[in-house]
C-alpha cells in the first residue's frame, strides 16, 4: 500500500507542467497535497509505530522530519494561486523532498519491516486501507473536484472521476466497502 501511495504521488507529479493551465495545475497540486497529507498520517498513526515495535530504525525520525517539512510545503501552496512567483518552484521542492523520502522508505525502511513484520503486514495493511477510508470519506467531494480539475477536459477522466466520485458516496453514506463482511476465519458472513 504505502508503495502505490508513492507511485500515485510521483505520477501525478509527472503530469504537472508549470505552463499548464492555472485549474490543471491548482488541480494536480491539491490532488499530490491531499494524498500526501493521508499517507503520512497513515504511516505515522500504523505503519511507523508497528516498524518501532520491532526495531530502532534511526530512518523513522528522519521519515517524521521530512513530513513535517512536507506539511510545511503543503501549507505554503495551499496558500498559495497558481500564478505566485514561487509556486513551480515550491511544488519542484515538494516533490524533490518527497523523492528523497520515497527513496530512503522504499530501499530500507519498508525491506525492512517486510522481514521484520512479515506475519504481520496483512493485518497492518488492513487497518491502514481502514484508516484510509475515513480519512478519505470526508473529503470525497473535494478530492472529486481536484481530480476534475487535474484531468485537463479529457472527456474519458471526467466520466470516470463521476462513476468514482459517485461509488465514494455511496461507500461513505452506506458504509459498505464493496465487499461482504468476514469473520475471523475470513469467512463471508
Known sequence: MIRLDHTHVLSTFHQY???????????????MCTALEIHAQLEEEIFYPAVR?????????????????????????????????????????????????????????????????ADELGELGMRMTKRRLQLVGPRSGEIALDMGRAASGNVLALTAL????????????TGHRGMPARDKRGKAA
Open 17 to 31: 507542467k508549470a505552463g499548464a493551465p492555472r485549474r490543471v495545475k491548482k488541480g494536480l497540486v491539491n490532488t
Open 162 to 173: 463521476g462513476i468514482g466520485a459517485v461509488g465514494l458516496l455511496m461507500a461513505q453514506r
Open 53 to 117: 515495535a520491532v526495531t530502532q530504525n534511526e530512518l523513522i525520525a528522519k521519515s517524521l522530519e521530512e513530513h513535517q517539512e512536507m506539511r510545511r510545503l503543503i501549507g505554503l501552496l495551499r496558500q498559495m494561486e497558481p500564478e505566485a512567483r514561487d509556486y513551480d518552484e515550491t511544488v519542484a521542492n515538494l516533490m524533490r523532498d518527497v523523492m528523497h523520502h520515497v527513496a530512503d522508505e522504499e530501499t530500507l525502511v519498508i525491506p525492512e519491516a517486510e522481514r521484520l513484520l
